[in-house]
Each structure stands twice: as C-alpha cells, then as structure tokens.
C-alpha cells in the first residue's frame, strides 16, 4: 500500500481478501460461528455445520433460539468456520427455515443458508490444525441426538437444490 494513501483508500485495501468459489469440506465435528443481526451483529456456536453442497450449509437451532428469531426477521448470516484441514472462511448469505421441526428432534428446526460470497480466511503465516471441538459432559445423549440431526441434514443436502 502507498505511504501517501487516504486513510478511505487504506480501509478499503485492508478490507479487500480473497473469496473462493465454493465451499471447502471440513471434518464433521466442526463448531461454526453464527452471526445473525437485529440490527447489532449476535454470534452463537452452532454445532456440525453440514456442507450441503458448493454454495449451501445446512444446520440445526434449537426453536427457541434467538438467533433463529433474528434470521427469521433478518435472513442475511453469516457463518464463521474454523476447521481442521486449514479451513478458515466466513459464509456468508441468506438463511431459510427448510423444517419447522427434525424428525426425532420436534424441539430444532433445520435451516438452509445459501452461500453468497465465501471470505477466505486461511493466511500463508499458519494453519488451522484443528478446529474448536466440544466434550460431552452429560451421558452421551445429547451426542446422540447431535448425530441424529447431522444424520438427517445430511440426508437432506442433495435435495436442497
């Protein structure tokens, strides 16, 4: 960047990064950030993001959530994944309610985001090694349960289009 660039000019440079064209896999037991607007920005964890396909993600909100009340009024998210395999990208896009309630989960709702623009985050510096995990502290059910609505959006993702 130019020593004598206007403060705009050095904003906009440094907001400038590349995006890719679609997106990259990333192991199943990723946790995402998902970032929902009312109009201040909310961030969540969201469990086992599913890659749907190049340009769609789908997931799994609990019903009384309110992010799920904030993208039902403000469909534009975006989801921040950091992820083994040097996967670190923010997409971003629309948020649709694909199921009111998850077979063998009537308390989730399944939600589709059709990707825009894919932020790629990855820097030449370092890696993303491994990604944010999570323990089970209780008796395994809610690991269970977690599997099983991973399992139906995964089911679900090549009939998204």
Not at 29 to 49: C, F, M, N, R
């Amino acid at each position: 960047m130019a020593a004598g660039a206007s403060p705009a000019q050095r904003l906009q440079n440094s907001a400038d990064h590349p995006e890719l064209d679609v997106l990259p896999e990333w192991p199943l037991e990723t946790i995402g950030v998902l970032v929902t607007t009312d109009p201040a920005p909310h961030a969540i964890p969201v469990s086992w993001p599913v890659r749907a396909d190049d340009r769609q993600i789908l997931l799994s909100l609990k019903f009384d959530r309110g992010s799920l009340a904030r993208l039902r009024e403000r469909p534009e998210v975006a989801l921040l994944i950091l992820g083994g395999g040097n996967v670190a990208l923010c997409a971003r896009g629309t948020a649709h309610v694909i199921a009111e309630g998850m077979p063998d989960a009537e308390d989730y709702v399944a939600v589709r985001i059709d990707v825009e623009v894919i932020d790629d985050h990855r820097q030449s510096a370092f890696a993303i090694v491994q990604g944010i995990q999570r323990t089970v502290l209780d008796d395994e059910s809610e690991l269970r349960a977690l599997k099983g609505r991973v399992s139906t959006l995964q089911s679900w993702a090549g009939d998204q289009n």
